[in-house]
């Protein structure tokens, strides 16, 4: 076992250890992707009966390595979460459902809107459809974005804030995120959303900027290339994986979190010029330049964004544990050991 293996494994026995997963049927959609694969981990760990959902197009996040040792102890179904009448089935005789499956890349959106309102709209409809008609005795939770919020009026952002997204994945993942609630409150298919934030950490997609710019900054550092940084004095918080999948826990077994949002965050604010010499450091190499906005990204940044993520921390118990300096040096270690998979 790595060093790295050992700093994952002793951060196990947590909150979310104790809310009663052993033995329950939990189906997680976007299961081979970056936090799927996670939470599929935890969840394998705590002894519970894991089907993983995932389309594995290559644009979306999917990797099979992400899931190569657990595969004995999970079963994988390559389907679609646009394929209604396979989530007719796989929705059957699950307790819990954690529905990560999405697109996430914002130029993707904005280029091909269609296919984003499929997958962060349409496919949502289908698979709160299937659970409506099957097994409306399961708990949802329903993994959104910051996103929706758009350039913040004030921070940090808390769940009061006006949604007013700025490209088309933000808004498909807000109807997303309110079908959801929807159906909670209307048919009592008991559901939350958490809107994440920046999240990163093993198993993150790095062979492009579709999923978070983290990911390829990593990327470019291993392989000894120097990367941009766009404006630089944007303002960020981020949540390390580990962190991401504890919410998610804690967030199914609160009876409080039931037809309710959250926001994730962070205490550490830092500037993307300051994280990118952070990451520079942490990893003992690489180097960077600052450059301006390039005009199509410009048009959609949001400026400064951090959460006011209280509301989970006092209704749920949940607070992030993992610090930046610390989350960056078990994210690059896994890669450095990894890359080869994941290119």
């Known amino acids: 076992m790595t060093g790295l293996g050992y700093l994952l494994i002793t951060r196990e026995n947590t909150v979310a250890e104790s809310a009663g997963f052993r033995g329950r049927n939990v189906l997680v959609t976007g299961g081979a992707g970056f936090i799927g694969s996670n939470l599929a981990r935890r969840l ?10 995932d389309s ?26 646009r394929d209604e009448h396979s989530m007719k089935h796989l929705v059957q005789g699950q307790d819990y459902l954690f529905n990560l499956a999405g697109q996430t890349s914002h130029m ?45 009026e004030y921070l940090p952002v808390d769940e009061r804030h006006q949604l007013r997204p700025v490209d088309v994945n933000g808004i498909n993942k807000m109807a997303g995120e309110w079908y959801h609630i929807l159906y909670s409150n209307v048919y009592g298919i008991r559901s939350s959303a958490l809107r994440l934030t920046n999240t990163y950490g093993p198993r993150m997609r790095i062979k492009d900027a579709r999923q978070t710019f983290v990911g390829i900054w990593i990327r470019k550092v291993l392989e000894g290339v120097p990367f941009e940084v766009w404006g630089g004095t944007q303002l960020r ?40 010499g952070l990451l520079v450091d942490v990893a003992g190499t690489g180097a960077f330049r600052v450059r301006d906005f390039p005009a199509e990204r410009k048009a959609i940044d949001i400026g400064d964004y951090y959460a006011d993520f209280s509301l989970i921390r006092d209704e749920v118990g949940w607070q992030p544990t993992v610090g930046l300096r610390q989350g960056l040096l078990e994210t690059v270690e896994y890669f450095r050991t990894n890359l080869g998979h994941y290119l």
């Open 237 to 276: 918080d981020f949540t390390y994986v580990d962190d991401c999948v504890e919410a998610l826990l804690l967030a199914a077994s609160a009876e409080a979190a039931v037809g309710k949002v959250y926001n994730l965050g962070s205490d550490e604010v830092i500037s993307l010029q300051e994280l990118a």
């Open 56 to 81: 594995l197009i290559p644009e979306y996040g999917g990797n099979l390595f992400n899931v190569c040792e657990i595969r004995d102890r999970v079963q994988l179904n390559i389907s679609d979460v």
């Open 44 to 53: 394998a760990d705590m002894g519970a009966k894991v089907v993983l959902v």
């Open 108 to 152: 993707d959106s904005m280029e091909s809107p269609q296919t984003d309102l499929e997958i962060n709209c349409k496919a949502q409809i289908s698979i709160l459809e299937a659970c409506r008609r099957f097994n409306p005795g399961i708990r949802i939770v329903f993994a959104s974005t910051r996103q929706v919020y758009g350039r913040p």
